[in-house]
């Protein structure tokens, strides 16, 4: 166990649905990351979270997905109108400014 | 071609056998993160590091930073290490991480 804990753990949904997923971080980590991982890949980054503030989204984001981080405590991801190409692992991170990152257990998206 | 490869990409050995897998990169990175993750699971962190030699247990990483270039080494390798090894650098500044698209390695008893 990192300290990092994401829900749900699985997420089986029917394409055009929205989902949200949540993604609790080791509590003095002021660094938030997210990244997805499809089958047989390594992951790629999505976005990254300073405090509150996000501060970069990879072009991987569409306009569907969207990421916050209120009070620069938990985070959440959401994806709009859910596509199959949406399906993959999604992984958060929790990091520091030293660079070291504790990656949370993913939550696995099955878009049907 | 990936800012971050590794090779092999699939490595089979025998329960015992030392391995090494390999880690080369392009960007320009502050340090370099050896992950594991286990099928189905999520993934550990095993080292970051920016110079020299890290060892903890049997697994021992190395960097070269001038030829850009990581190794990972298990010894007396165990069916239990089975798993993906992913090499990923943060990049300067926001720390993001790019990664390599991994080795899948599998130890026979």
């Known amino acids: 166990d990192t300290g990092v804990s994401q829900d749900p753990r699985h997420k089986i949904t029917k394409r055009g649905q929205n989902v949200t997923f949540r993604c609790d971080p080791i509590?003095?980590?002021?660094?938030l990351y997210w990244y997805r991982q499809t089958l047989g890949q390594g992951p790629e980054f999505l976005t990254y979270?300073?405090?509150?503030?996000?501060?970069?989204k990879s072009r991987l984001l569409s306009d569907r997905f969207s990421a916050e981080r209120p009070k620069g405590s938990f985070s959440t991801l959401e994806i709009q109108r859910t596509e199959q190409g949406d399906s993959a692992m999604y992984l958060c991170?929790?990091?520091?400014?030293?660079?070291?990152?504790?990656f949370g257990p993913g939550t696995r998206l099955t878009v049907t | 071609k990936n800012e971050v490869e590794q090779s092999p990409q699939n490595l089979t050995a025998q329960e015992g056998e030392f391995i090494t897998i390999n880690c080369s990169y392009s960007?320009?990175?502050?340090?370099l993160h050896w992950l594991q993750q286990h099928p189905g699971g999520g993934i550990v962190s095993l080292f970051m590091?920016?110079?020299g030699k890290k060892k903890h247990g049997r697994l021992i990483a190395t960097i070269n930073i001038q030829e850009k270039h990581s190794s990972l080494h298990i010894t007396a390798s165990h069916p239990r290490d089975s798993a993906v090894y992913i090499c990923?650098?943060?990049?300067?500044?926001?720390?993001?991480?790019?990664f390599g698209t991994g080795t899948r390695l599998t130890i026979i008893p």
């Open positions: 991170a929790s990091g520091t400014t030293t660079g070291e990152q504790y």
């Open positions: 509590s003095e980590h002021n660094r």
């Open positions: 979270f300073q405090n509150e503030a996000q501060l970069e």
């Open positions: 960007v320009g990175i502050s340090a």
């Open positions: 590091l920016s110079s």
């Open positions: 990923a650098g943060p990049n300067f500044g926001n720390e993001k991480l790019t």
